[in-house]
Structures are given as structure tokens and as C-alpha cells.
């Protein structure tokens, strides 16, 4: 059974700095990798989704890693706002290409 | 493209009733859909596969006769909740498997139901 961890469960940062945010899985035969974004009481934006054959993808300040081997896989925020505070959900996805695991979360804070 | 949409956004029901939630993907075809649950300040937990024209798969420990799911289209799931309860006060969300042939599976979510049960 996949089971997903994401360290720290909390963070709390100055406007401006750069951070990462990490995940770890259990199971390495994964279909996909991907980062959500979740604000209080609200849905699930997705931020990136890096497939079982990429390392890494990219998109404007955000860069997430996949390192398969290892089970793990890292979200760099590069200059950090205050609204970039939120919970930041890491999911993978089984090999079927079905059914998402979703680690804890972390909750950021940006502090201004 | 790619949006997936929830009906109602939010709930509340008296005990003992029942409430039917609606899972739509609006510009794309799913043959499978999940629905998810979170509580508050954790994470989401998988309840069903939802499959159109036939039966959802539910986790384990999922009860399959309080959580009733249909997939009756290639566009709608619906999750019924039976004879809910407070404990069954959740956030409830729902996402669908675009499938494109020779691409790689992607799921969509939807905004979520806050069903509060008093």
C-alpha cells in the first residue's frame, strides 16, 4: 500500500525567501507525481504534475523534482509572497493511472 | 479546458436525511471518477471509484450502502449520502480521469461540497 509523507506539516517563512517543501513515497512503481494547492475551506488547484518519466517540471516560480529511486520528490518556491501561504498537497498516483494517494500537507506561511 | 464541477457547493441537512451530491466534468468525457473526503485540517482519503455503467469500486472500510454513488453518464457521478449523521459532516470532492488516447492519464477536480449535518 502506497503511503505518502510530507515534511514539515507546518512552515512558516519572511516574505522573499526562497523554500521546499518535501515528499516521500513508499512505493516507487508510480504513474505520476503531482502538487496541489489548497487554500482554507476552498478545492484543489494543481500546481504542477511531473508523469513517472520526467524529473522535473517547471512553472513560473515553482519548481517541482522527481527522484523515483529514492521515493521522493521536492516543490521549490522560489520568492515567496504572502499569498503563496496555503496548504500544499502532494499526491501520486498508482501505476494504473487510477487512484491518487495524498500526503498530510504542509501549511505555509508567508509572513509579509 | 479540462474543468470539473460540484453541485450543491455546500449543504445542511438535518439527521437522518438524505443528501445527493453531483460530479460533473463539463468540456471532457470520464468514464471513471473518484470521490475523495477530507476533515478538516487533514488530508483526502479516497472513498469510490466511480465507473460509468457499472458499480463503483469503494475503499476499505467505506460502507457502500450509506455512500451511494451512480455513474449513470460520461459526464455526471453523483455520491448520495444515506440517513447521514453528523460524524458524516465533510468536505467532499470529487475529480474526474481525462483520458486522451496516447497521453497520459490526468485527474480533474472539482471545488468541493461542504456537507454539514445537524
Known amino acids: 500500500k502506497q503511503e505518502v509523507t510530507q515534511i514539515p506539516a507546518a512552515l512558516s517563512v519572511p516574505e522573499g525567501e526562497n523554500l521546499v517543501l518535501n515528499c516521500s513515497f513508499t512505493?516507487?512503481?508510480?504513474?505520476?507525481l503531482q502538487w496541489f494547492r489548497q487554500d482554507p475551506g476552498k478545492g484543489l488547484t494543481s500546481l504542477l504534475l511531473i508523469q513517472s518519466s520526467q524529473r522535473e517540471q517547471t512553472s513560473g516560480r515553482l519548481n517541482a523534482s522527481l527522484d523515483k529511486s529514492s521515493g521522493r520528490s521536492t516543490l521549490y518556491i522560489a520568492a515567496s509572497q504572502p499569498g503563496d501561504s496555503a496548504t500544499y498537497l502532494c499526491a501520486v498516483g498508482g501505476t494504473s493511472g487510477s487512484r491518487l494517494t495524498f500526503g498530510e500537507g504542509t501549511q505555509l506561511t508567508v509572513n509579509p | 479546458g479540462a474543468v470539473v464541477s460540484q453541485h450543491p457547493s455546500w449543504v445542511i441537512c438535518k439527521s437522518g436525511t438524505s443528501v445527493k451530491i453531483e460530479c460533473r466534468s463539463l468540456d471532457f468525457q470520464a468514464t471513471t471518477m473518484f470521490w475523495y473526503r477530507q476533515f478538516p485540517k487533514q488530508s483526502l482519503m479516497l472513498m469510490a471509484t466511480?465507473?460509468?455503467?457499472?458499480?463503483?469500486?469503494?475503499e476499505q472500510g467505506v460502507e457502500k450502502d450509506k455512500f451511494l454513488i451512480n455513474h449513470a453518464s460520461l459526464t455526471l457521478s453523483t455520491l448520495t449520502v444515506t440517513s447521514a449523521h453528523p460524524e458524516d459532516s465533510s468536505f467532499y470532492i470529487c475529480?474526474?480521469?481525462?483520458?486522451?488516447?496516447?497521453?497520459?492519464?490526468?485527474?480533474?477536480f472539482g471545488p468541493g461540497t461542504r456537507l454539514t449535518v445537524t
Open positions: 475529480s474526474a480521469r481525462r483520458e486522451v488516447w496516447g497521453h497520459p492519464y490526468e485527474q480533474y
Open positions: 466511480s465507473n460509468e455503467g457499472s458499480k463503483a469500486t469503494y
Open positions: 512505493d516507487s512503481a508510480i504513474y505520476n
